[in-house]
């Protein structure tokens, strides 16, 4: 039966999503692959509403054999879909009573539904399809693991300094005019796990690369790259993003670095080979208007 509120046990929903989103055909892009992690998330940081609103989860016999989640965001009316998952018969029918109990509790909170599914996903495919559901694009998932990664120093790569903070944020906004994080914003989340590398030209800078690092879960990101127009296809790029990969392998121990990329780019993904990372699969992106 569907649980009633208050009554998901979070350490056993998030062995359950990672049980299964580490299977091509279960697997679902914003969830996370270790069970620690996804219990962080949900424990943490996991939608704008209570965790029991946020949830439909299916039970058998005490244990959990479907799950579907809606990651929400209040101020816009948007919500990441987790899931769904199902470890049973009838994928179709566990879908659909789960999407019908999870819409009941967000109500009209949320508008527009995201599902970023991995290619192999055909339940998923079904699902968003039955729902009405479009597809919206298609996006390539490359990773590069710290036993593999051979570091090279490059002693014209350097952190940012505060002489060169205003050519930073000029570059950054001329590259990325509207995204999630200015170049203030960037400055102000520098610290020991988070870092800007820069190449210089002279009185400007070349290029830079901004990344994020989570040692608890040997994690990392490569949020941001640019490179100054004058000094692209000079190989700046890609001497960036090896020195940002030394810092996440060799200075906080991380594991591997995975970053996902419209496919349609060519560009980013032959850079970001060229730096090593290997494609690992697809995910095509959803859009479910409600």
Same mark, same amino acid.
């Given at each position: 039966?569907?649980?009633? /509120?208050?009554? &998901?046990?979070?350490?056993?929903?998030?062995?359950?999503?990672?049980?299964?989103?580490?299977?091509?055909?279960?697997?679902?892009?914003?969830?996370?692959?270790?069970?620690?992690?996804?219990?962080?998330?949900?424990?943490?940081?996991?939608?704008?509403?209570?965790?029991?609103?946020?949830?439909?989860?299916?039970?058998?016999?005490?244990?959990?054999?479907?799950?579907?989640?809606?990651?929400?965001?209040?101020?816009? /009316?948007?919500?990441?879909?987790?899931?769904?998952?199902?470890?049973?018969?009838?994928?179709?029918?566990?879908?659909?009573?789960?999407?019908?109990?999870?819409?009941?509790?967000?109500?009209?909170?949320?508008?527009?539904?995201?599902?970023?599914? =991995?290619?192999?996903?055909?339940?998923?495919?079904?699902?968003?399809?039955?729902?009405?559901?479009?597809?919206?694009?298609?996006?390539?998932?490359?990773?590069?693991?710290?036993?593999?990664?051979?570091?090279?120093?490059?002693?014209?790569?350097?952190?940012?300094?505060?002489?060169?903070?205003?050519?930073?944020?000029?570059?950054?906004?001329?590259?990325?005019?509207?995204?999630?994080?200015?170049?203030?914003?960037?400055?102000?989340? &520098?610290?020991?796990?988070?870092?800007?590398?820069?190449?210089?030209?002279?009185?400007?800078?070349? @290029?830079?690369?901004?990344?994020?690092?989570?040692? /608890?879960?040997?994690?990392? =990101?490569?949020?941001?790259?640019? #490179?100054?127009?004058?000094?692209?296809?000079?190989?700046? @790029?890609?001497?960036? &993003?090896?020195?940002?990969?030394?810092?996440?392998?060799?200075?906080?121990?991380?594991?591997?670095?995975?970053?996902? #990329?419209?496919?349609?780019?060519?560009?980013?993904? =032959?850079?970001?080979?060229?730096?090593?990372?290997?494609?690992?699969?697809?995910?095509?992106?959803?859009?479910?208007? /409600?």
């Amino acid at each position: 039966m569907i649980t009633s /509120k208050n009554s &998901i046990n979070l350490n056993m929903l998030a062995e359950f999503i990672a049980r299964l989103n580490n299977i091509d055909e279960h697997h679902v892009g914003y969830c996370g692959e270790k069970q620690e992690e996804i219990l962080d998330s949900l424990t943490n940081n996991f939608s704008d509403i209570r965790i029991d609103d946020s949830f439909s989860v299916i039970y058998k016999e005490e244990k959990i054999i479907a799950a579907l989640g809606a990651d929400v965001s209040l101020e816009d /009316k948007t919500a990441e879909l987790w899931g769904p998952f199902i470890n049973g018969e009838n994928p179709e029918e566990l879908s659909l009573a789960m999407w019908e109990d999870l819409s009941s509790k967000l109500s009209d909170k949320v508008h527009t539904f995201n599902g970023f599914y =991995n290619s192999k996903n055909i339940h998923a495919d079904k699902f968003m399809k039955m729902l009405g559901g479009v597809k919206r694009g298609n996006h390539l998932i490359l990773k590069v693991v710290n036993k593999d990664f051979i570091h090279e120093a490059d002693l014209q790569i350097k952190e940012l300094s505060k002489e060169r903070y205003d050519d930073f944020i000029k570059l950054h906004e001329d590259a990325f005019p509207e995204t999630y994080y200015t170049g203030q914003e960037i400055i102000d989340k &520098i610290d020991n796990h988070n870092k800007v590398f820069v190449i210089e030209n002279g009185y400007s800078l070349s @290029g830079y690369v901004y990344v994020e690092g989570n040692p /608890k879960f040997k994690e990392g =990101n490569i949020e941001f790259i640019a #490179v100054s127009p004058t000094d692209r296809k000079k190989g700046i @790029g890609t001497r960036l &993003i090896k020195s940002s990969l030394a810092f996440l392998f060799d200075s906080l121990k991380i594991d591997e670095i995975t970053i996902c #990329v419209d496919f349609g780019n060519s560009k980013a993904i =032959n850079l970001y080979k060229s730096a090593g990372f290997k494609e690992i699969y697809f995910l095509n992106h959803y859009i479910l208007e /409600k």
